[in-house]
């Protein structure tokens, strides 16, 4: 533990503003060093961190190029956002846009096997908060455009590598950006898709995603006048609550398909096999109501086929021995793309069926469509995780989580989740603990993002 507090004392002191060892361009050990230096600071929401995270990137990006003007770094709250340019030969051309963010969710020391925020490189990983989320294809992305800029490439179509700095939480970074380069051409986000691995350290496919459900969180309340609890009354407020809970945790939003769910759900079909994989088949082709009930059975499927809506929190009362005045319930929903927050509010008033519950939307919470399927895209994909596993399939995918793209998306920037990242099913800890990444990956993950990267910008 000593050796490892003596690291992260190097890493967090102004010793992280100096150049790095002179490397080769696109050199695997500048992109892990990176990773690990990103991960020792702590840009947890309220800390304070991430504007310094941003400056570290920043004086990495100047030393290997980049105009002082062409690196911005736009301070927001206790947070911040960056922006990195090359800049384009052919002026008419829109810019194509990378995206990932600098921030990452809690981690409770105590709970983690080794500090979160002290990374350690054990047994072919790389553990910390954020290793995974996202700060993994983050460092990738910063490390290829070092590379390319000092190689001298110049595209024919600007890109602008942009990292956010609220994803985690309330997303004002993101919207800010989303809205300052919304005339950009496309974008790929390094937090979405990627590779998996099989238990033996195969690679078994890779999920290009085009899509994700809106998240959208509101508040059911219910009120009453309350009195004694030695004289109880029909409108007690829990009761009410907890019949409204019980219709919210049987009710089941209508099965919705678009081109992305078709296109996944029948590559999916024929790997996942038996009666699971022939009702993806057959919802992928009909729509059939019966096979999208059947996946709906299981976790890992019902965010695929349609909009979800589940209880997370509950409050009711204020003393044992009195009737309840209030109880309210929080319900998070993952909306299928396309559909209006709105109407899924009015569908759960339709479902709940009690004219004096209120219903309240928390936030502001933005709905945005898939992206389509462009062919430019896709073959670019396919061409940069083919030289890396030439036999693999490159599926379509739609994330039932939100990320950066959702609002992109939702003025109208194609957006395409190309996470780097391959990993074994089992070592996914994104918010969870003792995250992790495998380091093995490093050298590919960088030729994917630089193969990418050139095929689309030209």
Known sequence: MRKWRAVLAVLTAPVLFLPHPAQAAGDPALAKDILVRSIAFRTVEGEGQVPRLAAYYASLLQQAGFAAGDVEITPMGETASLAATIRGSDPQLRPLLL??????????????????????EEDGYIFGRGAEDNKYDVAMMVATLMGLKKEGWRPRRTVTLLLSGDEETHMRTSRALAEKYKDAELLLNGDGGGGLLDEGGR?????????????ADFEIAFTDAGGHSSAPTPGNPIYRLARAIDRIAAYRFAPMRNELTRASLALSAERIGGAVGEAMRRYAETGDRK????????????????????ATMAQAGHALNALPQSAKVDVNCRIFPGI??????????????????????????QASDAS???????????????????DIPVI????????????????????YGVSSLFQRGEDGFAHGLNERVPVAGIPQALDQWERMVKALAG
Request: aromatic letters at 8%; a negative charge; hydrophobic letters at 45%.
């Open 372 to 390: 389509p399927l462009r062919e430019d895209v896709v073959k670019a994909v396919k061409a940069a995780v083919s030289a890396r596993y030439p």
């Open 291 to 310: 096979a999208a009930d059947l996946l709906s059975d299981y976790p890992e499927f019902v965010g695929q086929v349609r909009t979800t809506c589940v």
């Open 203 to 215: 690679a078994v496919l890779y999920q290009l995603q085009a899509g994700e459900k809106s998240y």
């Open 340 to 365: 209006a927050v709105d109407a899924v509010k009015a569908e759960l008033a339709q479902a709940i069926d009690d004219p004096d519950a209120r219903i309240t939307t928390l936030d502001d919470p």
């Open 396 to 415: 379509p995918s739609m994330s039932a989580g939100a990320t950066d793209s959702l609002y992109f998306r939702a003025l109208g920037v194609p957006s």
């Open 99 to 120: 995206i990932g963010h600098m921030d990452v969710v809690a981690a409770n020391p105590a709970d983690w096997a080794r500090d979160p925020f002290l990374p350690v």
